[in-house]
């Protein structure tokens, strides 16, 4: 695992966008429906890249033989009364890569990262059903609330969140 910054991501662009394309393809609810167009993908990722430059947002890899396999996001709010927060986004992992544990890796090392930024509360939102509900569970998320008819998926559907929060030690 290891956080990348603006300039690390910029070199890694075009993984990042497969990695992105990828898990869209594979159904996850993350935004963007398939199939993405790999210009919208690039699109994406460069406004993380500018966030990454701003320090409004960090971004952890997972790599194997220096090849991206997995990300996830951590955007840290600026104001004042959010100081102590940071929310989730994005968790991926390549579908070739899947059920070896980077997804619990990499949030393991979210954790550690948020308090090195001296904040405690984690929040995340998930798509009611999916195989991260359970992971989330399994790493002492709390569900905070559901809200229906969140997100709609490729085939139409329209699925709830999950609301989710951590609190760290602090």
């Not at 919208?40 to 997972?62: F, G, H, M, N, P």
């Not at 600026?78 to 070896?100: D, G, W």
Request: charged letters at 20%; glycine letters at 6%; a negative charge.
């Amino acid at each position: 695992m290891q956080a990348y910054n603006f300039k690390q991501a910029q070199a890694k662009l075009s993984e990042l966008c497969q990695l992105l394309l990828d898990s869209v393809a594979q159904g996850a609810s993350i935004g963007f429906l398939p199939p993405l167009n790999p210009a919208d993908a690039t699109s994406y990722w460069q406004a993380i890249i500018s966030d990454l430059q701003a320090e409004q947002r960090v971004l952890l890899v997972a790599l194997d033989a220096d090849q991206i396999v997995g990300s996830v996001q951590l955007d840290l709010p600026s104001k004042a009364n959010a100081s102590h927060r940071a929310e989730v986004q994005k968790l991926l992992v390549h579908s070739q890569f899947q059920r070896r544990g980077i997804a619990q890796q990499l949030m393991h090392e979210l954790e550690a990262v948020v308090q090195s930024h001296g904040r405690w509360l984690l929040v995340l939102d998930t798509r009611q059903g999916d195989k991260a509900e359970w992971l989330y569970r399994k790493l002492g998320y709390h569900e905070a609330g559901v809200i229906p008819n969140f997100a709609r998926s490729a085939d139409g559907e329209i699925h709830a969140t999950i609301m989710f929060y951590r609190e760290l030690a602090h």
